[in-house]
């Protein structure tokens, strides 16, 4: 599984995991994440794959290195899908 898969999984999981909240984001704590069973056979290590949807600008969490124990209470924030992107993919179907 390359970064951009694993990124997609994390993002699915996080929707499986967390609570969906007013703006359309999901919120999850690193601990929830982290001892998730699921989680735990899908990522080999969960802590690069949540750099990395850092790094793409998915998510947002505080600090750069999250450790288990120590910051199982950091929440995780899965960022809203731009809801203005669909129908700019169904504005050009049939147009011709």
Known sequence: MNVEEEVERLKEEIQRLGKVQDDGSYKVTFGVLFNDDRCANIFE?????????????????EGELLLQGVHDNVEIILKPTPAAAAPKATDAVGTS
């Not at 290590?45 to 969490?61: E, P, Q, S, W």
Request: aromatic letters at 12%; glycine letters at 6%.
């Open 45 to 61: 290590a969960l802590v690069g794959t949540l750099r990395a949807a850092k790094k793409r600008k998915f998510l947002t969490y």
